[in-house]
C-alpha cells in the first residue's frame, strides 16, 4: 500500500508530524477519546500543509460578471432538472434569450462554485471576500490609470463570518450580469490585492500570518481598460498580467479558473497571470463544471491525502477521505472494536509527503449510527463527483498541454501577442 511505504511517524493525536515537507496534523479524535458507532468506520479530521509557512488564509474570490457570463453554462446548475439553452429569435430585430434558464448561467455557476467552495473552508483559519468587475469603455481614460479600479466593486470585505459573504454572493447572483458590460480583469485583481495588502482605501486588515490569495474566475478575454468592452487586445492584456505582477510583488497568489471556450482558445491572459503570481491556471471547458472543479482544487498545494488502519491492513476508500481547498481533511477510516492505529499521509504537489499516526479506541454503539451514515454517505458523494470530474480533466490533460504549448509558441511569434522584450 502506498501509505505503508512511507513508513512509521509516531505523533500523537492533536499533535503534527513532518515528513518531506509535508506536515500532517490530526484535530480530532483527540488522544484518549473513544469512539462509538453503529457500524464499523471512524470519523477523522485534520490538517496538511507543504511548508512551514502558516496555515492561515485570506481568499478573495473574483467573479466576472460581464455581459457574456449571461450566457448558459452548459450544465444544470440550479438543480430544476431541466438545462438552459440559448434560444435563437425567430423575428428580425429581437434579440436571442442567452439563456432559457437564468439559473443555469455561467455567473449562476460562478455563484454556485464559490458557495460550495465557502463550505469546504474552515472559518477559524480562512477569511474570504468577494469582488466582482465587469466594465465599461472610457473615453476620458480615467479607467487607464495604473491604480484605477472603477470597474471593480467590492462587495465583501475579508471576514471569518460567513454570512455576510454569502450575502454578497446572494446580491451578485440578484443583480444578475450586466449584460452590455465587458472584461476588466486588471480592475478586477487591483481591488483585491488592495483587500488583501492593506493598501490605500482598503475595507479589510490584513493579517500578517495569513497567506493570501486570489481565486479569479472569467469567461472572457480581458477587453478593457484600454480598448472597447467588446474587444480583446493587447494594451488589456498586459494591463491584466501587470495587475498581477504588482500583487505577486506583495506575496499575494493568483489561481485563475477559465471558463468556456472564449476564455481558453487563446489563454494569454489567464496563464500570464497565473505565471507572474506563482498560482494555476486551470481551463474549464465547460462553465457549468466550475462547481466541481472549484472545490477539488487546493490553493494549499497539497495533492491527495489517505488514511490506513494499521492494525487491520485496509485502507480507506478513495471516496471517504475528503481533502478540502485549504488543506484540511476529514473522513472515515475502517475500524474494528478495539485498539486501532491510523496512519494518515498527505501528498503534496511538488512530490513532498507527510504522515501522522494516531489511536482510536472504537466500540459499536447505537446512538448515532444513523447521523453517522448520513454524514458518510454525504461526504462520499461529495467526494465522488469532485473525482470523477478530475478524472475526465486528467484524460485531458495531456491533449490540453499540448494546446497550450502550442499556442505559447505561437504567442512568441504572433504580431499582436507581446514580444518577449514587451513582456507584460
Same mark, same amino acid.
Given at each position: 500500500?502506498?501509505?505503508?511505504?512511507?513508513?512509521?511517524?509516531? @505523533?500523537?493525536?492533536?499533535?503534527?508530524?513532518?515528513? !518531506?515537507? =509535508?506536515?500532517?496534523?490530526?484535530?480530532?479524535?483527540? @488522544?484518549?477519546?473513544?469512539?462509538?458507532?453503529?457500524?464499523?468506520?471512524?470519523?477523522?479530521?485534520?490538517? @496538511?500543509?507543504?511548508?512551514?509557512?502558516?496555515?492561515? $488564509?485570506?481568499?478573495?474570490?473574483?467573479?466576472? =460578471?460581464?455581459?457574456?457570463?449571461?450566457?448558459?453554462?452548459?450544465? !444544470?446548475?440550479?438543480?430544476?432538472?431541466?438545462?438552459?439553452?440559448?434560444?435563437?429569435?425567430?423575428?428580425?430585430? =429581437?434579440?436571442?434569450?442567452?439563456?432559457?434558464?437564468?439559473? !443555469?448561467?455561467?455567473?449562476?455557476?460562478?455563484?454556485?462554485?464559490?458557495?460550495?467552495?465557502?463550505?469546504?473552508?474552515?472559518?477559524?483559519?480562512?477569511? @474570504?471576500?468577494?469582488?466582482? $468587475? /465587469?466594465?465599461?469603455?472610457?473615453?476620458?481614460?480615467?479607467?487607464? %490609470?495604473?491604480?484605477?479600479?472603477?470597474?471593480?466593486?467590492?462587495?465583501?470585505?475579508?471576514?471569518?463570518?460567513?454570512?455576510?459573504? %454569502?450575502?454578497?454572493?446572494?446580491?451578485?447572483?440578484?443583480?444578475?450580469?450586466?449584460?452590455?458590460?465587458?472584461?476588466?480583469?486588471?480592475?478586477?485583481?487591483?481591488?483585491?490585492?488592495?483587500?488583501?495588502?492593506?493598501?490605500?482605501?482598503? =475595507?479589510?486588515?490584513?493579517?500578517?500570518?495569513?497567506?493570501?490569495?486570489?481565486?479569479?474566475?472569467?469567461?472572457?478575454?480581458?477587453?478593457?481598460?484600454?480598448?472597447?468592452?467588446?474587444?480583446?487586445?493587447?494594451?488589456?492584456?498586459?494591463?491584466?498580467?501587470?495587475?498581477?505582477? /504588482?500583487?505577486?510583488?506583495?506575496?499575494?497568489?493568483?489561481?485563475?479558473?477559465?471558463?468556456?471556450?472564449?476564455?481558453? %482558445?487563446?489563454?494569454?491572459?489567464?496563464?500570464?497571470?497565473?505565471?507572474?503570481?506563482?498560482?494555476?491556471?486551470?481551463?474549464? #471547458?465547460?462553465?457549468?463544471?466550475?462547481?466541481?472543479?472549484?472545490?477539488?482544487?487546493?490553493?494549499?498545494?497539497?495533492?491527495?491525502?489517505?488514511?490506513?488502519?494499521?492494525?487491520?491492513?485496509?485502507?480507506?476508500?478513495?471516496?471517504?477521505?475528503?481533502?478540502?481547498?485549504?488543506?484540511?481533511?476529514?473522513? $472515515?477510516?475502517?475500524? /474494528?472494536?478495539?485498539?486501532?492505529?491510523?496512519?494518515?499521509?498527505?501528498?503534496?504537489?511538488?512530490?513532498?509527503?507527510?504522515?501522522?499516526?494516531?489511536?482510536?479506541?472504537?466500540?459499536?454503539?447505537?446512538?448515532?449510527?444513523? #447521523?453517522?451514515?448520513?454524514?458518510?454517505?454525504?461526504?462520499?458523494?461529495?467526494?465522488?463527483?469532485?473525482?470523477?470530474?478530475?478524472?475526465?480533466?486528467?484524460?485531458?490533460?495531456?491533449?490540453?498541454? #499540448?494546446?497550450?504549448?502550442?499556442?505559447?509558441?505561437?504567442?512568441?511569434?504572433?504580431? !499582436?501577442?507581446?514580444?518577449?522584450?514587451?513582456?507584460?
Amino acid at each position: 500500500m502506498v501509505a505503508l511505504a512511507l513508513g512509521w511517524l509516531a @505523533a500523537s493525536a492533536g499533535a503534527a508530524a513532518r515528513a !518531506d515537507g =509535508v506536515e500532517v496534523r490530526i484535530d480530532a479524535p483527540v @488522544a484518549g477519546e473513544v469512539v462509538r458507532n453503529r457500524f464499523d468506520m471512524a470519523p477523522f479530521s485534520g490538517l @496538511a500543509r507543504s511548508d512551514s509557512r502558516s496555515a492561515d $488564509f485570506d481568499v478573495v474570490l473574483v467573479l466576472d =460578471v460581464s455581459g457574456s457570463t449571461e450566457y448558459c453554462s452548459g450544465a !444544470d446548475v440550479d438543480g430544476d432538472g431541466v438545462v438552459g439553452r440559448r434560444e435563437r429569435a425567430l423575428l428580425p430585430g =429581437v434579440p436571442d434569450v442567452r439563456c432559457s434558464d437564468p439559473g !443555469d448561467s455561467i455567473l449562476a455557476a460562478e455563484v454556485a462554485a464559490a458557495r460550495a467552495l465557502l463550505a469546504d473552508l474552515d472559518p477559524t483559519r480562512v477569511r @474570504a471576500g468577494v469582488v466582482r $468587475f /465587469a466594465g465599461r469603455a472610457d473615453p476620458g481614460g480615467t479607467s487607464r %490609470r495604473p491604480e484605477s479600479t472603477v470597474d471593480a466593486v467590492l462587495e465583501q470585505p475579508l471576514a471569518h463570518d460567513r454570512a455576510p459573504v %454569502r450575502a454578497a454572493l446572494e446580491r451578485i447572483a440578484a443583480a444578475g450580469p450586466d449584460a452590455a458590460g465587458g472584461t476588466n480583469i486588471a480592475h478586477g485583481l487591483r481591488l483585491a490585492a488592495r483587500e488583501l495588502a492593506g493598501g490605500e482605501g482598503a =475595507v479589510s486588515v490584513p493579517r500578517p500570518l495569513a497567506r493570501p490569495v486570489i481565486l479569479l474566475l472569467t469567461d472572457g478575454e480581458p477587453t478593457l481598460p484600454h480598448g472597447r468592452s467588446d474587444d480583446a487586445g493587447r494594451d488589456d492584456l498586459r494591463a491584466a498580467v501587470d495587475a498581477a505582477r /504588482a500583487a505577486a510583488e506583495r506575496g499575494i497568489v493568483i489561481n485563475v479558473y477559465g471558463l468556456g471556450p472564449a476564455a481558453n %482558445r487563446r489563454p494569454l491572459a489567464p496563464s500570464g497571470i497565473s505565471r507572474v503570481s506563482h498560482g494555476v491556471y486551470v481551463p474549464v #471547458e465547460r462553465p457549468g463544471d466550475i462547481v466541481s472543479v472549484f472545490s477539488g482544487v487546493s490553493f494549499a498545494n497539497i495533492e491527495s491525502v489517505v488514511a490506513t488502519n494499521l492494525s487491520l491492513g485496509r485502507m480507506a476508500e478513495i471516496f471517504d477521505v475528503q481533502l478540502r481547498p485549504d488543506g484540511s481533511f476529514r473522513g $472515515f477510516v475502517p475500524v /474494528a472494536p478495539g485498539l486501532n492505529r491510523v496512519l494518515v499521509s498527505a501528498f503534496g504537489r511538488d512530490g513532498g509527503r507527510g504522515s501522522a499516526e494516531f489511536e482510536i479506541r472504537f466500540r459499536r454503539a447505537g446512538l448515532t449510527g444513523d #447521523e453517522k451514515r448520513a454524514e458518510l454517505e454525504q461526504l462520499r458523494a461529495r467526494t465522488r463527483a469532485i473525482l470523477l470530474e478530475q478524472e475526465r480533466r486528467r484524460q485531458e490533460g495531456f491533449r490540453q498541454r #499540448e494546446r497550450r504549448r502550442a499556442l505559447a509558441i505561437e504567442a512568441e511569434d504572433s504580431q !499582436d501577442s507581446p514580444t518577449e522584450e514587451n513582456d507584460p
